[in-house]
């Protein structure tokens, strides 16, 4: 969920999503190391429009403008480190309120794919 679009780049050849983040600024708080390792090399314009670009790829802060006929799958593994499996739940619990369609589903230990 990193990007506000869609991507086929971010599926591997046999459909399945190589990951994501819900919630970017939970992940930068969590993971401090992120921020200036990731996120300022990869996301254009990080240092003069961080915020925006932490919203933009954070769809926790907007579930609302998610497909709302599309079901949503969550998959998460619960002892994944990169990613608090919180977000998974907290994006759930925004869809419930949304009266979406999704499911979420919590894999025990860490899921690598």
Do not use: C, N, Y
């Amino acid at each position: 969920m990193m990007t506000t679009s869609p991507r086929a780049d971010r599926s591997d050849r046999r459909g399945r999503d190589r990951g994501g983040v819900a919630d970017l600024d939970d992940m930068i708080r969590r993971r401090p190391e992120m921020e200036s390792g990731v996120a300022a090399e990869l996301v254009p314009d990080w240092a003069t429009q961080r915020e925006a670009a932490i919203a933009a790829r954070s769809a926790v802060r907007w579930p609302e403008r998610l497909p709302a006929a599309t079901p949503i799958l969550l998959l998460h593994g619960t002892a994944d480190w990169r990613v608090d499996p919180r977000q998974a739940m907290t994006m759930a619990s925004k869809l419930l309120e949304l009266k979406r369609p999704f499911r979420l589903v919590l894999l025990e230990g860490e899921i690598t794919v």
